[in-house]
T-cell receptor
Framework: KAGVTQTPRYLIKTRGQQVTLSCSPI?????VSWYQQTPGQGLQFLFE???????NKGNFPGRFSGRQFSNSRSEMNVSTLELGDSALYLC????????????FGPGTRLLVL | AQTVTQSQPEMSVQEAETVTLSCTYD???????LFWYKQPPSRQMILVIR??????QNATENRFSVNFQKAAKSFSLKISDSQLGDAAMYFC???????????FGKGITLSVRP
């Protein structure tokens, strides 16, 4: 089975722009979670989607949003980018919401200038 | 709120030796799961081992085993016969049975000396 894929792998944006990141889960996995990884804050949970519904959300401003499609693929969007949004964004998928192991993609490295 | 603490930022081990990475956690949930993930320089998070809180038996995966002390809320990872490929950052993570959110520790950087 193919693993979790994320596109793009690297991205450079400037402050004020918006960005969309994509995640394709492992085939058959229905839950997709997003995490932000930075040197200062470590790994922080953004949100989780299951059956096209956001079921859990972390403590991030409303500029961070996401969605899930009927084929379980997910996108996250960050609007009005700030320098502090520079991070590795990791997507993880699992079979169902409760409780299966989460398998991670390679991440998208976002640099905001 | 759930917390995961990895107090050692770095550790080093000689190739072929054994090393133990420490992790403590706190949760008010009765149903939860614990994980160790490995993140090599490629930044790909790789599952090392998983432990269900309701299981008394410690999980084992080849050279990797855990010491799960539920009452002490401790979850350490033992790597036996360390290999150069084990060098990476290791994260301890806690998930509860109610949702899919994982809470991670700050991680520990493990280096392996040849």
């Amino acid at each position: 089975k193919a693993g979790v894929t994320q596109t793009p792998r690297y991205l450079i944006k400037t402050r004020g722009q918006q960005v969309t990141l994509s995640c394709s889960p492992i085939s058959g996995h229905r839950s997709v979670s997003w995490y932000q990884q930075t040197p200062g804050q470590g790994l922080q949970f953004l949100f989780e989607y299951f059956s096209e519904t956001q079921r859990n959300k972390g403590n991030f401003p409303g500029r961070f949003s996401g969605r899930q499609f009927s084929n379980s693929r997910s996108e996250m969007n960050v609007s009005t980018l700030e320098l502090g949004d520079s991070a590795l964004y990791l997507c993880a998928s699992s079979l169902v919401r409760d409780w299966e192991t989460q398998y991670f993609g390679p991440g998208t490295r976002l640099l905001v200038l | 709120a759930q917390t995961v603490t990895q107090s050692q930022p770095e550790m080093s081990v000689q190739e072929a030796e054994t090393v133990t990475l420490s992790c403590t956690y706190d949760t008010s949930e009765s149903d939860y799961y614990l994980f160790w993930y490995k993140q090599p320089p490629s930044r790909q998070m790789i599952l090392v081992i998983r432990q269900e809180a309701y299981k008394q038996q410690n999980a084992t995966e080849n050279r990797f085993s855990v010491n799960f002390q539920k009452a002490a809320k401790s979850f350490s990872l033992k790597i036996s016969d360390s290999q150069l490929g084990d060098a990476a950052m290791y994260f301890c993570a806690l998930g509860d049975g109610a949702n899919s959110k994982l809470t991670f520790g700050k991680g520990i950087t493990l280096s392996v000396r040849p």
